[in-house]
């Protein structure tokens, strides 16, 4: 299409009644684009919602072992790990029983 407009040295509003395109000014968009980036700059792009980027995966190297612990080591995140989860579970706790207080106020 685009070799006929510049062979027969025809305008945009002329190519465009030619080829039935409603809106002549497509037509430059797409003869700027062809001469900037050719063929494949025509190419319909992808529609729609972007992909999301996910986190890049991080394969540890040869180099970067892990670091065998000792048996004193892992009780003891064993243990920090328990008082945690404990702390989390109060917590919970607490929040569910602040809600139910509230709602409860609620109704009367």
Do not use: C
């Amino acid at each position: 299409m685009l070799t006929h407009i510049w062979d027969n040295a025809l305008s945009y509003g002329q190519a465009a009644a030619h080829f039935n395109i409603r809106n002549p000014g497509i037509l430059a968009q797409w003869i700027r684009l062809y001469r900037e980036g050719g063929l494949d700059a025509l190419q319909p792009r992808r529609k729609g919602r972007p992909r999301s980027m996910s986190a890049p995966v991080t394969k540890p190297s040869k180099d970067q072992e892990p670091i065998p612990l000792s048996q004193e080591a892992l009780l003891k995140e064993l243990n920090h790990l328990r008082l945690e989860n404990a702390y989390l579970k109060k917590l919970q706790a607490l929040v569910q029983a602040k809600q139910k207080l509230a709602q409860e106020r609620k109704r009367k």
